[in-house]
């Protein structure tokens, strides 16, 4: 179990960002904002996957003239991204967005971000600060020699700084950087010197296969050290395959459990089971299932006891047959047509103990 780095909290319209509160995950639009039509019906399809918050780009007019249509038309939170012009996020949040993403390294001079967060304090909306590696600025740069984990902390906490100067609190950090090691240093020395919730990501991540693995890898990393209080996971793919990608690796790391872990072994010749059909049934059938349960599944009974004692149903394959464990021990003998059918029974008991459980620890 992993501790938490204690933050503040912000409020994002319906939702609250920070320590006490669970690791939201985001995502953003690839539509035309100005396409309020399309942008609408992606935002749909991302709501349906379980993104929590989500970012529309507003690069002109026309996109911020869709805002308003699209907050009513959503759930979760909506964000607006800004980048260069300053008046698109006054915009923004005259149309009602619940936050705006700034990068103050481009929006012009320090005066117009400060124009941003006075509006933003004005009118209760929150501000993520994003720094990137293109967007440090150049005494940084040249006082670092190049936009080194040190400068990009630097930079973030100068921008905080302007926050604290306008008295204003209601900020989101991010710092991203396609390299991960950049990413996962800079964020390290950010989250020692500032108590503001920090915004995880790895940028430009790639294709789903191998930036799902950096994401994992530079997000993950981070969050086993307890730090990170919103996460986006970045592919070069329709949005809404980030979201079970931010969700696995929140559960990987233990930081957030909202649907059953399964673990399996990766067979080898002793395989008394078939095993790649008995998982492909079992997550099909617990697609949408929400207790946060361990399910090991086991080829033979060679490792079966062992390791099935550390989660809470342990299925192995044995003798063309399956064997149920519960705790470590073996619980019943079922036929390998049926084994699915027990598991969902054992999961509907846990769902039952826990539930009795609840109430007696709260008496
Ligand atoms: Fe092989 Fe059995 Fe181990 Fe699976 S559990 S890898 S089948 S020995």
């Given at each position: 179990?992993?501790?938490?780095?204690?933050?503040?909290?912000?409020?994002?319209?319906?939702?609250?960002?920070?320590?006490?509160?669970?690791?939201?995950?985001?995502?953003?639009?690839?539509?035309?904002?100005?396409?309020?039509?399309?942008?609408?019906?992606?935002?749909?399809?991302?709501?349906?996957?379980?993104?929590?918050?989500?970012?529309?780009?507003?690069?002109?007019?026309?996109?911020?003239?869709?805002?308003?249509?699209?907050?009513?038309?959503?759930?979760?939170?909506?964000?607006?991204?800004?980048?260069?012009?300053?008046?698109?996020a006054l915009?923004a949040m005259d149309a009602?967005v619940?936050?705006v993403?700034?990068?103050?390294?481009?929006?012009?001079?320090?005066?117009?971000?400060?124009?941003?967060?006075?509006a933003a304090?004005?009118r209760?909306v929150?501000?993520?600060?994003?720094?990137?590696?293109?967007?440090?600025?150049?005494?940084?740069?040249?006082?670092?020699?190049?936009?080194?984990?040190?400068?990009?902390?630097?930079?973030?906490?100068?921008?905080?700084?302007?926050?604290?100067?306008?008295?204003?609190?209601?900020?989101?950090?991010?710092?991203?950087?396609?390299?991960?090691?950049?990413?996962?240093?800079?964020?390290?020395?950010?989250?020692?010197?500032?108590?503001?919730?920090?915004?995880?990501?790895?940028?430009?991540?790639?294709?789903?296969?191998?930036?799902?693995?950096?994401?994992?890898?530079?997000?993950?990393?981070?969050?086993?050290?307890?730090?990170?209080?919103?996460?986006?996971?970045?592919?070069?793919?329709?949005?809404?395959?980030?979201?079970?990608?931010?969700?696995?690796?929140?559960?990987?790391?233990?930081?957030?459990?909202?649907?059953?872990?399964?673990?399996?072994?990766?067979?080898?010749?002793?395989?008394?089971?078939?095993?790649?059909?008995?998982?492909?049934?079992?997550?099909?059938?617990?697609?949408?299932?929400?207790?946060?349960?361990?399910?090991?599944?086991?080829?033979?009974?060679?490792?079966?006891?062992?390791?099935?004692?550390?989660?809470?149903?342990?299925?192995?394959?044995?003798?063309?047959?399956?064997?149920?464990?519960?705790?470590?021990?073996?619980?019943?003998?079922?036929?390998?047509?049926?084994?699915?059918?027990?598991?969902?029974?054992?999961?509907?008991?846990?769902?039952?103990?826990?539930?009795?459980?609840?109430?007696?620890?709260?008496?």
């Amino acid at each position: 179990m992993n501790l938490r780095r204690q933050t503040r909290t912000v409020r994002i319209g319906s939702l609250q960002i920070g320590s006490t509160h669970p690791i939201r995950v985001q995502s953003m639009t690839t539509t035309n904002t100005a396409d309020a039509e399309a942008t609408a019906a992606q935002i749909r399809t991302l709501e349906a996957a379980g993104c929590e918050l989500i970012r529309v780009t507003v690069p002109n007019r026309e996109s911020a003239g869709s805002l308003k249509r699209l907050k009513q038309a959503m759930t979760v939170p909506l964000i607006a991204d800004i980048h260069f012009d300053y008046r698109m996020a006054l915009l923004a949040m005259d149309a009602g967005v619940d936050k705006v993403r700034i990068n103050p390294g481009n929006i012009g001079s320090e005066e117009r971000v400060r124009e941003v967060l006075r509006a933003a304090k004005q009118r209760g909306v929150a501000v993520r600060i994003g720094v990137n590696s293109g967007s440090v600025e150049k005494d940084l740069l040249e006082k670092h020699g190049l936009p080194s984990p040190d400068a990009l902390a630097e930079s973030a906490l100068r921008h905080i700084r302007t926050c604290q100067d306008e008295q204003f609190d209601q900020v989101v950090v991010s710092i991203k950087s396609t390299d991960v090691r950049t990413c996962l240093e800079a964020n390290r020395r950010l989250a020692e010197q500032c108590d503001f919730p920090l915004h995880l990501g790895i940028t430009e991540a790639g294709r789903p296969a191998y930036g799902s693995i950096k994401s994992a890898v530079g997000i993950g990393g981070l969050l086993l050290e307890g730090i990170g209080d919103t996460i986006r996971v970045s592919l070069t793919a329709p949005p809404e395959q980030e979201i079970p990608v931010a969700f696995d690796i929140l559960k990987a790391t233990g930081a957030r459990i909202n649907s059953p872990e399964l673990v399996a072994c990766p067979t080898c010749g002793r395989i008394d089971i078939d095993l790649e059909k008995l998982m492909a049934e079992i997550e099909e059938r617990l697609a949408g299932e929400t207790l946060p349960v361990r399910i090991a599944v086991l080829g033979c009974v060679v490792n079966g006891p062992g390791e099935a004692s550390e989660a809470d149903i342990g299925i192995a394959g044995g003798g063309g047959m399956g064997i149920l464990y519960r705790g470590g021990k073996a619980v019943a003998r079922v036929k390998e047509k049926d084994m699915v059918d027990a598991l969902l029974a054992e999961i509907e008991k846990i769902r039952a103990e826990r539930a009795q459980a609840e109430p007696a620890a709260k008496s």
